[in-house]
């Protein structure tokens, strides 16, 4: 989602028409979001319904919505869609809501299904239809969607839904000074990222909570979402359209996950964190000469951590990363964004970084079953974060 302040009239009827051009002129070389998914057959019907565009009007001022302790669940009214319709005849895999507030203000709200497209992929749809509204139509982002010659269709294991469970979504401001403080702690000749600072420092919270909540530690899986484009050999394009993950991956044995979780071995989880991380990058560069390999890595890996996920043995926790998605750069015609935030993701133990708007610290979006979250919410170092730092 992103908030804009308020804006006058002539912008907004700007941006609509420019919308709907986007929709019926250049952005349908973003064609194949025009489709439906059919779950059974693991296949994208193209029936160039389109993609589905409202506009709806929020009888409160934006500056509510801004406040620092926003509740995240309420942003999910904000959407054009619930989340979790992606598998349905008529669920859209792409949907659209601009919202018009009280006091002129403006949030445009998008979703797509994560069947079809990630998180990168979505960008470049928000980065081109932003252009595209400013400059009168014209695609400066030229998606490519010859993903098939890379990978041929293959059948895949059939997808279960799991039951749906309440779902709890917290966020959590890491201004600058809460990023010096982590920081502190991890002096050496090889400076680490701010995303892996705060990753670390949530990992080991929600280890905690876990080991409160059961009474003992259990084994844990820690899995980082990378993006293979431009990191395969030959290289996968930068503009290519799809879902283009692999994933880097740390195993802690149950005799393991309580120390790694005690706040003095905070450097330690975060080298090997990051360690991690790069082999994973590493790991992204034969994917395309070494099918088999490929396939482990690009399907395999995260279908047995989502069969880990749903055993009692094993806590997985995702760590993804869109910090570096330029979301403050957007420009839909009236201004950068005062905010960009995700909404309630039915998902659990993921741990979701996004950038905030100066650019020097990060806002991290926590989605756990609402039974674990209330021992997260009470762990001593998500207390002492909340009390210091304000969004």
């Known amino acids: 989602m992103c908030f804009a302040g308020r804006i006058n009239g002539s912008n907004l009827v700007q941006l609509l028409p420019a919308s709907r051009e986007v929709q019926q002129g250049e952005m349908l070389k973003f064609e194949d979001q025009k489709e439906k998914l059919w779950k059974e057959k693991q296949q994208v019907d193209c029936n160039d319904q389109g993609v589905l565009f409202v506009t709806a009007q929020v009888d409160v001022d934006l500056s509510l919505i801004l406040k620092s302790h926003v509740d995240p669940q309420q942003l999910n009214q904000l ?34 299904s994560h069947r079809f497209i990630e998180s990168t992929s979505f960008t470049s749809f928000l980065t081109a239809w932003a252009q595209a509204a400013e400059t009168g139509g014209k695609l400066l982002i030229k998606p490519f969607f010859d993903h098939h010659s890379y990978f041929p269709a293959e059948n895949l294991p059939s997808h279960s839904d799991r039951p749906r469970q309440k779902i709890i979504v917290e966020r959590y401001v890491f201004d600058s000074k809460a990023i ?20 670390t420092f949530l990992t080991q919270a929600l280890l905690r909570a876990d080991i409160a909540r059961r009474g003992e530690p259990r084994a844990a899986l820690i899995r980082q979402l990378i993006n293979i484009r431009e990191r395969t050999v030959p290289p996968v394009p930068k503009q290519a359209f799809g879902t283009w993950l692999s994933g880097s991956f740390l195993e802690l044995a149950a005799d393991h996950t309580a120390s790694a979780a005690l706040g003095e071995n905070f450097p330690a989880l975060a080298w090997r964190i990051r360690d991690a991380t790069l082999q994973g990058v590493r790991d992204c560069a034969p994917v395309l000469g070494d099918k088999e390999f490929g396939r482990k890595l690009l399907v395999g890996n995260f279908l047995d951590a989502n069969k880990k996920a749903e055993t009692e043995d094993c806590k997985v926790i995702w760590l993804m990363d869109f910090s570096k998605f330029c979301d403050y750069e957007l420009d839909f015609g009236f201004g950068n964004p005062e905010w960009v935030s995700i909404a309630t993701v039915p998902v659990t133990d993921h741990i979701i970084m996004l950038n905030n708007r100066s650019n020097d610290g990060i806002q991290a979006w926590v989605c756990m079953k609402e039974s674990d979250m209330q021992f997260f919410r009470q762990d001593k170092e998500i207390l002492l974060l909340s009390a210091n730092t304000s969004g």
């Open 180 to 199: 010096q403080r982590l920081s502190q702690q991890l002096i050496s000749e090889r400076p680490l990222s701010r995303v892996v600072a705060v990753s």
């Open 79 to 112: 959407l054009p869609v619930d989340l979790a319709a992606a598998d349905g005849p008529t669920d859209p895999i792409l949907a659209v809501q601009i919202n018009r507030f009280q006091c002129g203000g403006l949030a445009i709200a998008a979703c797509a």
